[in-house]
């Protein structure tokens, strides 16, 4: 079935740097387009970064020039590396994508930024 894994999060100082990845499996991940997203405690999950089966890549406004999203489709995994890490990124992060009119999430990975 579809599965989606996150991880690499973790805490960080601010001014620090992650790189998330997200495990693709159950579905063939050079097909689809695969998104970032994140969600701070009462907040809605808004878009970070996106990235296409092509390679295309868009960003948020809050986090362009800082991340950079990339996949590899031999690994059928799509990573996000965020750096000068503010502590409003501090959120879960989620991967996504949609196939067939449904959007699949996976079950997230916390980021603190904190000092």
């Known amino acids: 079935q579809v599965q989606l894994v996150e991880s690499g999060g973790g805490l960080v100082q601010p001014g620090g740097s992650l790189r998330l990845s997200c495990a693709a499996s159950?579905?063939?991940?050079?097909?689809?387009?695969m998104g970032w997203y994140r969600q701070a405690p009462g907040k809605q999950r808004d878009l970070v970064a996106f990235i296409s089966s092509a390679g295309t890549t868009n960003y948020a406004d809050s986090v362009k020039g800082r991340s950079t999203v990339s996949r590899d489709n031999a690994k059928n995994t799509v990573y996000l590396q965020m750096n000068s890490l503010k502590p409003e990124d501090t959120a879960v992060y989620y991967c996504n994508f949609r196939m067939g009119g449904y959007d699949y999430w996976g079950q997230g990975t916390q980021v603190t930024v904190s000092s």
């Open positions: 159950g579905f063939i991940f050079r097909l689809y387009a």
